[in-house]
Structures are given as structure tokens and as C-alpha cells.
């Protein structure tokens, strides 16, 4: 007796592919058009499935056309599943149902092949559906030939379009579409689905171990399946968080943790012991450094949820939380080492990663956290323009200013202006007789006259003028003005003394 061949694996991908609109996950608003369009007979011509991978569009599409054919749909507009029109597409040998990969079938030749078999009616089911995947691929000689078909189709045809790139699509392309946009799946929603996969197997898990999964996955729930379907092979009884992050070749959580010890201690040589150590276990570069800017996120989250309330050690000890990380950072040291991380997240690629550039990355790290900031020089220029006006110097003290005087009435400066002839004669005599005898000499002096005999008068007769007063500019007789003029060199002052005690660091920061 010959014995029965062993049933064939399935990826757990394709296993629990969705098969009813309840059971997708993550896109109501798209599920209830579809279901109002089934139950209210409105039915577009071309619908377009877009979005990142793994969201679950072609799953959408296929089961949608399902529900378009059933001939049993359920009072919520859910395929029976069990009508020959299901079974035709649940096996995948429906001929009505024409699905063409666009990245290897991608020129006019193709798409002209496909649209010849379009004026033939179905044979089983109610509509002829055509679904292209990855339809970005095409050439634009194909979607020309596509244009006037996908504009116009016969009725008894509907055409479903699905890519990872909209961008790339022609206008004229996505304006004849009915569109939808299938977002990215939260962790929580694939820590979920993770779940009712291993309660249906009888394995445990640890809680981290599904998280990390899901967020390895970014926002893919076929590729969080793939990982789970992977790590069931590796840990068959107990899924745990080490041996995922073996798996899949990710920094430990305690490495971050030397980190931060490292940056605390000022420890400039720790980055080239660390990288050679981490190169050696095979820890994949551009992962720890994705990581990395996740731990220093994470901090920075966490001080700011504490606002500055969390209390530094007396003695430093290697963390083992990130709440004892915390503690050997500043909240402007945090914002700085993830500003680094993340512009070196930006500048490099998967590819042109070293581990000099992670060596080169720690060391800025470590010797940030000693790096003066734009607002410390700020305040050293306020510093400066105090001691300039006080005559002091307290930049080792910037919290206590001197206390502010008020300002001191400044003397009125003399003005040399020359003074009239009469004015210098009346002020450098005091006797009356002689102030008499002054004649006021004008610019164009008549010709003398003979000189008359003298009248005799009493000193009590004579009237001397009076002196007259110093000219004085409108700045001499107002104070306010002198102390303005005074500021201006006062800041000067302050500008030439900032120069030098800085030493160029604030034209260059």
C-alpha cells in the first residue's frame, strides 16, 4: 500500500491571506466604499490598489473581485465562499479572472495581447476582471495602448490596478481610476495578528519579541509574517526577544546602554574597541545605526514626558533601563546626539556604511556633550556687554549679574567754539569803566572818525551789557542725548571685547 504524499508547506503569508473583508486589517474606509459600492450597485469601470508593500493590494483586489461575482453574498456583503464562482477564484484557475505580472510582461506587445482576449464574455462568472500588478512598470508605448480600453471598457469588464510607486503612473493613467490608498499597518495591529497566529500553532511568545517583530517590519504585515514564519523554526516552543534579535542580525539593547555609559565617562577610545566587537558578532551596520537613532528618540521622548524632573547619579554605574540612561544625559545633549544620528542616517546608504563611519559617529557623540551651544554664546555676549558697562568680568559666574545702577547725570562737555571779539573783552574784564570803553567791531568797520573829547560820566551812569552766555550745541543741553552717544561706544566697546574673548566662535557658529 502506497503511502499518502506529505501535505505541501504554506508560507504563513498565503495561509492566512484574507478571504473575508473582516478579516483585513487596517483599511475600514477602503472596505466600507467596497461594500457600499456591491450593495448599492455602483461599480466602477478601473479601480487603482496603491501603497507600500506588504499592506495587503493585491490581497484587496482579489477578494474584491470575489464579492463582485458571488452569487451569495452574505447580508453584510461578504463573499459565501462556498458559491462555484468563489471556488473558481479561491483555487486560482478562474479564467475569468486575468492577472499579468507588469515588472516581466512590461511592453506594448504584452498589453496588446491582453486587450485582444477583452471583447470575449465571460464564461462563468458576471464580470471579466483583469487585475495588473506593479503596473508602474509598464512602458509608456504600453500604457498608451492601454489608454482608450481602460477609458471605455465593454460592461461586462472591470479593470484593477495595483502598484508601490503612484508617482510613476501618467496622469492620464490615474484620472480614469477610481483610487486607494492602503496605509501602512500600526505595530499594535500586527503585534495583534501575531498573536491569533501563534494561539492557532499553541506557542508562546514574549511581548518584546512580537513588538520588535513588528516594528521590524515597518508597517508590512506580510513581512512580519515572514519573520514569524522564520523564527518558528528557530524557537519552536517559546518565542523570545534574544533570539529574534539573533535572527535577524540586530543590536542588543544592552549595547546602547555601553553607549551611554561611554558618553558619560568621556571615554574617546571606547568607539574603536565597541565597533570592532560588534563587527566581529555580525551585527548589520545599517540596522544599529537605524537603532541607534531609535534609542536616542526614545530618550529624548522620555525626557520631555519628565521635564527635567529625573535626579543624576552621585556614582556612574552602567545603565540597565532606559530610565537610568537618562540620567547621564542633558535634555540639549540629547537633542544634539540625535541631530548626528540622524543626519548620518541620511547621508549614508545601505551599501556605503563602514565602520569607520560608526567609529566616527561615536566620537562626535562622546565629544559633543563638552561642545558649547549657540545659546551659551549668546549669553557670554550679554555677559560681555555687562561687564563692559560695570568694568567687570564675571564670565565664570554667568547666573549672577551685577545689580543695575541707575544711570549717573554726565557733565556737559566743553565745546572749543571760537567766541566774538565784545565776548572775550567782557569776560576777561571786570571793571565797568574799561567794559565802557569796548567798541563792537563789526565785519566791515567804517573809516575812523576824529576823536571826540571825552564826557566825564560817574561809574553809576555806565551800563555795563551783560555777558553773554557760552554757545551750547542741543546735545550739551540735553543729558539723555550725551548718554546715548556714550551707549554707542559702550557698545563698541562690547562688540571688540566679544571678538576677542570669543575668539572668532561666534562668527562661526
Not at 312 to 331: E, I, M, V
Not at 380 to 409: A, C, E
Request: charged share 25%; with cysteine.
Amino acid at each position: 500500500m502506497s503511502e499518502k504524499p506529505a501535505p505541501s508547506y504554506r508560507a504563513l503569508s498565503q495561509k492566512y491571506r484574507p478571504q473575508l473583508f473582516s478579516q483585513v486589517c487596517h483599511q475600514a474606509p477602503i472596505i466600507e466604499t467596497m461594500k457600499n459600492a456591491l450593495s448599492q450597485e455602483r461599480l466602477g469601470h478601473a479601480y487603482l490598489f496603491s501603497g507600500t508593500r506588504g499592506t495587503g493590494k493585491t490581497s484587496l483586489a482579489r477578494l474584491f473581485a470575489k464579492a463582485i461575482n458571488c452569487t451569495n453574498k452574505t447580508s453584510d456583503t461578504e463573499p459565501c465562499n462556498q458559491c462555484p464562482s468563489c471556488q473558481e477564484m479561491l483555487k486560482g484557475s478562474c479564467l475569468d479572472f486575468l492577472e499579468m505580472d507588469a515588472a516581466s510582461n512590461r511592453g506594448i506587445d504584452d498589453i496588446r495581447a491582453l486587450l485582444e482576449t477583452v471583447a470575449y464574455k465571460p464564461s462563468l462568472l458576471a464580470k471579466k476582471i483583469y487585475l495588473i500588478d506593479e503596473v508602474h512598470m509598464l512602458t509608456k508605448e504600453a500604457f498608451n495602448a492601454l489608454l482608450k480600453t481602460l477609458e471605455e471598457p465593454p460592461s461586462h469588464v472591470l479593470f484593477f490596478l495595483a502598484t508601490t510607486e503612484r508617482h510613476k503612473l501618467p496622469a492620464t493613467i490615474i484620472s480614469r481610476c477610481q483610487r486607494f490608498e492602503l496605509g501602512k499597518i500600526p505595530v499594535h495591529v500586527i503585534e495583534k495578528k501575531l498573536t491569533s497566529i501563534l494561539n492557532d500553532f499553541s506557542i508562546s511568545a514574549q511581548d518584546e519579541a512580537l513588538k520588535l517583530i513588528a516594528v521590524h517590519a515597518e508597517g508590512s504585515l506580510r513581512d512580519a509574517e515572514s519573520i514569524l514564519d522564520q523564527m518558528l523554526c528557530l524557537c519552536q516552543d517559546n518565542l523570545t526577544k534574544e533570539g529574534v534579535e539573533l535572527a535577524l542580525g540586530l543590536p542588543q539593547e544592552m549595547l546602547f546602554f555601553q553607549i551611554d555609559y561611554a558618553v558619560a565617562q568621556d571615554d574617546l577610545a571606547f568607539p574603536f574597541s565597541f565597533v570592532e566587537t560588534m563587527y566581529e558578532k555580525g551585527v548589520h551596520l545599517s540596522h544599529f545605526l537605524s537603532s541607534l537613532a531609535m534609542h536616542y528618540r526614545s530618550l529624548c521622548k522620555q525626557a520631555l514626558l519628565k521635564n527635567n524632573t529625573y535626579e543624576k547619579p552621585a556614582t556612574l554605574t552602567l545603565p540597565t533601563t532606559l530610565d537610568q540612561a537618562l540620567t547621564l544625559y542633558s535634555q540639549n545633549h540629547l537633542f544634539d546626539c540625535l541631530d548626528l544620528v540622524t543626519k548620518k542616517c541620511a547621508s549614508f546608504t545601505e551599501n556605503t556604511l563602514t565602520p569607520m563611519d560608526i567609529e566616527v559617529l561615536l566620537l562626535e557623540i562622546i565629544r559633543s556633550k563638552n561642545r558649547r551651544s549657540n545659546s551659551f554664546l549668546v549669553e557670554q555676549i550679554l555677559l560681555l556687554k555687562k561687564d563692559v558697562t560695570f568694568g567687570k568680568k564675571s564670565l565664570d559666574s554667568p547666573q549672577k549679574l551685577p545689580p543695575k545702577l541707575p544711570p549717573k547725570p554726565a557733565a556737559t562737555p566743553a565745546i572749543n567754539m571760537p567766541k566774538p571779539f565784545s565776548q572775550l573783552t567782557l569776560e576777561t574784564h571786570d571793571n565797568p569803566n574799561i567794559i565802557a570803553t569796548v567798541a563792537t567791531v563789526s565785519p566791515k568797520a567804517a573809516p575812523e572818525k576824529p576823536k571826540q573829547p571825552e564826557k566825564t560820566t560817574s561809574p553809576a551812569q555806565v551800563q555795563p551789557k551783560q555777558p553773554k552766555k557760552p554757545l551750547q550745541t542741543q546735545e550739551s543741553k540735553d543729558p539723555s542725548k550725551i548718554m546715548d552717544i556714550e551707549k554707542k561706544v559702550l557698545q563698541e566697546q562690547k562688540l571688540w571685547f566679544a571678538a576677542v574673548e570669543l575668539g572668532g566662535n561666534l562668527s562661526k557658529e
